[in-house]
Structures are given as structure tokens and as C-alpha cells.
């Protein structure tokens, strides 16, 4: 077999263990649900780089047999999973797996045992603070950290931004959240059902608008106040 011909049999196979791959995670990352897929923890992140790595070493490395490869893949996707379902079921193993949320500055107060214990200086503290708009921790009432590693904060109440409830200003109540009901020119009647209006009510409200062909659309949404957002096709 000269060189060509092996070449030509290794692109094949990458070919196809990448494509094998790409199915097998595409279907497994359904499974490990969107909270693997956010990294919200320690665990999920470093559970999501191992997943990563087995996929490509599948992928690229054709001295790893392929079958033993996704029995890889597919167990640790597992453990991953059956991990989560304890943590549901059980606090302490949540807490164990997780962590729990750290209060870093109580009633104006910095915790500095609190911030030893979990490996984190002032210059850590400050630069999380500031990334969150707050220049100063006599700013700030409450300070936690969550187990993804950002901070929440809890500002004191002269430093608040004020509501309405306080100004005491009338605001209508959302009954639904801007939905889209026009999407590429199509409509979305699962959304126009959700939201209980029909499409007279829709072509009624585009016509108002001088518009009289759904194609012309690219994106419509209905506002909570019963406003439609439209963007054109047609830019101009």
C-alpha cells in the first residue's frame, strides 16, 4: 500500500469517527440537561473539559479504538448524570458535590476568616465588585459567594436603586413576556396561542402598520402592553 492510499483510508476514518463522535454528543449533552451545559459549578465545568477531551481524542487520535472511546464517553456522561440525580435527591450530597453559597460580607462587615477559607484576597473581592458597578464595599449590606464562583450583592439601602413601589409611581402588571410571533417571514402559531390571539388579530395590527404581506416581515413580537415590535426584510 503506498502513501496516497493510506493517507486516503485515514481521512476516511477520521471522517467518520468525527461524524460518529459528534452524533454520540449532540444526543448526550441532551441528556446532561442545560445545567451541565451552563457550567454552574466547579464539577459541571470540569465534567464538561472531560467530555470535550474524550470526544476528541475519538475524534482525532485513530490509535484509540473507537468502540472503546464512546463506552467512555457515554459512562462518564452517565456518572455525570447519576450524579446530578443524587444531588437532587439528597442536600448533603449536593452540598458535597456543589459546594454551597459563601456569605463574604455580612452587614457591611468583610469576613476575613470566611474570605481565607475560601482562597480569595481583597484585590479578588474588589476587582468582583467593581464588575458588578460598586467602587466601594461601604457600599455594600451583603456579599456571597455562589458556587459558580461570582458574587452577589446585596446593596446597603441608601444605596439602592429606588422603584416605583417608592415613588409610588402606578406601573401596568406583564401579563406575558415579548413573545415573537413572526420569524423569517413565517408565523409561529404555537406562540399566537400561547398568548391567545388569532391571526385576524395579527394581520389586523401588520395592516395598521401599512403592512400587508406576512413575507415583508422578518421579526415581529408581541409586547407585554399589546404594542407589536416589527423589524423588515427590507431594511430601507
Known sequence: MNIDEFSQIDFWEIILRTSLTFIILLVLARFLGKKQLSQLTFFHYITGITVGSIAADIAGESETPFFNGIISLIWWSSLTIFVGY????????????????????????????????????????????????????????????????????????????????????HS??????????????????ENLHELNITKEWLMKRLKEKGIHSIEEIFYAEVQPNGCIYIDLKNDN
Open 86 to 169: 443524587i444531588g437532587l435527591i439528597s442536600r448533603k450530597a449536593r452540598i458535597l458535590i456543589d459546594d454551597e453559597p459563601t456569605i463574604i460580607i455580612k452587614e457591611g462587615k468583610i469576613l476575613e476568616h470566611i474570605m481565607k477559607s475560601v482562597r480569595l484576597n481583597i484585590d479578588d473581592l474588589s476587582m468582583m465588585l467593581r464588575e458588578q458597578g460598586i467602587f466601594s464595599t461601604q457600599d455594600v449590606h451583603y456579599a456571597v459567594l455562589e458556587p459558580d464562583g461570582k458574587l452577589s450583592i446585596l446593596k446597603k439601602a441608601d444605596q439602592q436603586n429606588a422603584t416605583k413601589k417608592d415613588l409610588h409611581i
Open 172 to 189: 401596568l402588571s406583564h401579563h406575558h413576556i415579548p413573545t415573537e410571533v413572526i420569524s423569517d417571514g413565517k408565523i409561529l402559531d
